[in-house]
């Protein structure tokens, strides 16, 4: 809470590379509104990621990759004004930074300028380095993501855990450590087994965020509507549900359905 004498103590990057160094660990979800923006920064979360999951769980897409960089910036902005104490973080969505380094500047410039957000996250490994460099001159933060990089499912072809073979590890681990050479302030694994993130977290100095990467890394990060348990048709092995709010929202609107048509809202209260 924030009064006079105790103002808010706003996450930086820096508080995340502190956090490591300490063993404190990384508390991140996503967040694609004002609203549930503003109740996981007061629960006190440490990251808010702006992900182009939000293609999926906002947009109903089958995968990430339609979402623009204008539908990213909506949804970023949105976040930013529900946030007092957690670094926002913002995905650059598929196509606004593979073509070359130029043009990775210009996208996360513009998420910059017009969302208010704190940094910017994209994936992949050697390929984008020189992105990574170019974005980081202009002295914006940029996380990476390595492992199952949904951007890339149609070269995949599965959401299947990634890193299994000796050699994609061992790529994997090269990767890490280029982005952390390039810059990068903290670095998502996204399903790959536990012990090469264990690997990979031990290597690095920067923070390792994991989703289905196990228990060795600096910090956990998930879909909000999938912990909160808003689909229970969507049900993988690292996911833990939280809540189940797929339950409790559907009752809630029978209740008023119901309500509503047997003439019991609203009441002599509830009118003027
Ligand atoms: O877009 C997203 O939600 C993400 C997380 C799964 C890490 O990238």
Known sequence: MSTAS????KVTTHTLRQMKASGEKISMLTAYDYTMARLLDEA????LLVGDSAANVMAGYDTTLPITLDQMIYHAASVVRGVKR???IVDLPFGSYQE???QALHSAVKIMKETGAHGVKLEGGEAVVDAVRRIITAGIPVMGHLGLT?????QFGTYSVRAV?????????????LLEQAGCFALVLEKIPAQLAKQVTEKLSIPVIGIGAGKYVDGQVLVVHDMLGMNQSFKPRFLRQYAQLQQIIQDAVKHYIADVKEQKFPDETEQY
Do not use: F, M, N
């Open 6 to 9: 105790h103002p808010i103590k």
């Open 44 to 47: 006190g979360v440490d990251v």
């Open 86 to 88: 957690s670094l926002v």
């Open 100 to 102: 070359d380094p130029r």
């Open 150 to 154: 949904p951007q890339s499912i149609y």
């Open 165 to 177: 073979e000796e050699k994609e590890a061992t790529q994997l681990l090269h990767d890490a450590q």
